[in-house]
């Protein structure tokens, strides 16, 4: 062609450039396969009232076994989804299946406990994401509160796209938490501007809490910044008593992490929440906002 008499980085580039193609063709069709043929399962997480160890709500967490037993974490395969096109079949397939498991808990008596559902920043900025929540709601006829939503800090870096986006979201009664808070682009300005109902301190910071003064002082100013503001503050990847009782102590209004419970299969959580004590009903629960 035109080009062949041109130098090297085309034989350089060309070969690596037809792997790369085929290597996301493979991905991009494994990562369709593993959505469309039930290799996705969701997992759900308790989150605790801090003071009194009631489940207030769900986080739902998205894991894919592979056909040979291999298991890869959200980690790896959200992106991967992400590079392959991806973006709204997975989106789908979540809120569908959180939408099938609020339905199942209610059924079985649990109709009170919201389901958070964790939303990439890619998927934040390319769909509408409120009416996707809103279309789900309203096909499985589940109340608005039922299904909340997790965004990180880069879903909000593009401001003039996200106000409006959250305000939607505000408006239909999806309660918005901003996931792994202190990790990302952590600007003040949107804490001022945009209405978001809880804060979760990532788990970085709350692993030092009982011991190392420097993140406990990280906690407790996440946890005073979020009050002031008039948000609720969840900490994350809690795993011992001593850092569940030095969050509490210190306001946290809710926990979640291992030494509460690990993420389960629904049949799983509907069993573990069948030996917990009935929850009071949720105008009860001083802490929670949800
Ligand atoms: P995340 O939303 O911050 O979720 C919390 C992660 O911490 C989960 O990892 C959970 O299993 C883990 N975790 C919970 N308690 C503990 C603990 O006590 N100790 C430790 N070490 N870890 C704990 P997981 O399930 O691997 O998910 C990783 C990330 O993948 C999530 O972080 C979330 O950003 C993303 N993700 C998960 N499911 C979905 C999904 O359905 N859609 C999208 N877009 N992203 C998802
Ligand atoms: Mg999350
Ligand atoms: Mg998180
Ligand atoms: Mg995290």
Redesign the pocket.
Known sequence: HARTHAPEPIQVFEPAMAERAMGRLTMASRMRQAIDSGELTM?F?PIVDAPTGEICKL????RWCQPDGTQV???VF?PLCEKAGLVLP?GRW?LDSVAKACLELAGAGHGELPVA????AV?FQRGDVAAQVRAVVNAYHLSAHALQV?L?ESSLMDQERAVPALRALRAQGTHVSL??FGTGFSSMSYLRDLPIDSLKID?SFVVGVDTDERAASICRSIIVLAHTLGMTVVA????SESQYSWLSRNGCDQI????VAQ?MPLPSLLAYLATRPPARPAHSRAADTG
């Open positions: 997992h997480q986080e739902a967490l998205v974490p959200p980690a959200i997975l979540t559902l964790n939303v990439s998927q997790e990180t996931d792994d788990r994350e990847g809690v795993e979640q992490g291992y030494h993420p």
